[in-house]
């Protein structure tokens, strides 16, 4: 790095942020990307549902994001924010030492785009199949267990969506249902009427060969066989980058996250906020386009700046 001041720094180097980085960089903004490397969907061989990219590997989009980004004069850092507080005229971030790391930078704004992590269910076999036979999102991966013998493992009564879900996928739909509490007796019949396996037993064990799903223990001891399994995790943000400045948070189904407007805006002027770590369930095309929309409101922001300062000087 030149220097440490910067018009924008963006943490987090997945899509969301090497979104905006394109953005303000094409937008001639000294722009700094904080990456800690770390993306949601590295456990995942493949991207889905994002036109044109269909089928990519998900480090292969970063890679390319990456290269177009620097073409514009965006810089990058490996490391880790330790926090964020006020400067004079703007914020000060500091890094972790890293590669490159400086100990601490100044921007006139801000967009945190870190994502968020999932805590998934403690079960022998589900973490090691994460991302490959125990999937998130239907949309992402459905496809490709398309009329398998899939099971949904649910965790919460939030699980009932994506219970649902599943049915458009696959005939062959087993529901493990103990996460979801009492059963719904609406719930239940239309699970039932549209051909679905409900195991209220908890699933205690993920069987498996090597990352390929092939079945599931419940309590009772019996073994379910099955080729894949949907559920969700506790979702995390990763926001504790910007804890010191107080930004107000909204609670939400999935918990407490950081409250943004329309534009991605938070409630500290100076700081914006994109992606999965205010967006949870948003997909690699929605972060893109959230974070470019964030990254064009915290352009106007500066120019308007730019302009106040402007006509300040010149009264003065």
């Known amino acids: 790095m030149n220097s440490s001041r ?7 180097g997945g899509a969301a942020g090497l979104s905006a980085a394109q953005t303000l960089g094409r937008s001639v903004r000294r722009t700094l990307v904080i990456d800690g490397g770390l993306p949601r969907n590295r456990f995942a061989a493949h991207m889905h549902n994002v036109l044109g990219h269909d089928g990519l ?55 945190l785009a ?3 992590e999932d805590v998934l269910p403690e079960l022998p076999g589900l973490a090691e199949r994460w991302g490959s036979t125990v999937l998130h999102c239907p949309y992402c991966h459905g496809w490709e267990v398309r009329g398998r013998r899939i099971g949904v493992l649910a965790t919460s009564p939030a699980s009932a969506h994506q219970v649902q879900l599943a049915r458009q996928w696959s005939e062959q739909v087993t ?14 019949r239309g699970l039932r009427a549209r051909g679905m396996g409900i195991v209220p037993e908890p699933v205690v064990e993920v069987l498996g060969d090597g990352d390929r799903v092939t079945g599931v223990r419940t309590a009772d001891g019996r073994v379910h066989a099955l ?27 999935l918990g407490s996250l950081i409250a943004v407007d329309a534009t991605g805006r938070t409630s500290h002027p100076r700081v914006w906020a994109a992606g999965n770590a205010v967006a949870p369930m948003a ?11 964030a990254a064009g409101a ?19």
Do not use: C, K
Not at 175 to 188: M, T
Not at 227 to 250: F, K, S
């Open 6 to 12: 910067y018009d924008a720094v963006i943490i987090g």
């Open 57 to 111: 590997p998900p480090a292969e989009l970063l890679a390319r994001g990456r290269s177009e980004a620097a073409a514009y004069g965006v810089e990058f850092v490996t490391g880790e924010v330790l926090g964020v507080h006020d400067a004079d005229g703007g914020l000060a971030i500091e890094l972790s030492e890293g590669p490159g790391a400086a100990g601490t930078v100044v921007a006139r704004a801000l967009v």
């Open 114 to 116: 870190t994502g968020a």
């Open 175 to 188: 529901v493990f249902s103990a996460g979801l509490g009492a059963l719904d007796p609406g719930l239940e």
């Open 227 to 253: 080729d894949a399994i949907l559920t969700m995790g506790a979702v995390r943000p990763r926001d504790g980058a910007v804890a010191g400045l107080g930004l107000a948070r909204a609670e939400t189904p």
């Open 283 to 293: 997909t690699v095309p929605m972060v893109m386009g959230a974070a470019a929309q």
């Open 298 to 316: 915290l352009n106007w922001a500066l120019i308007e700046e730019d302009f106040a300062r402007a006509v300040a000087e010149t009264d003065g």
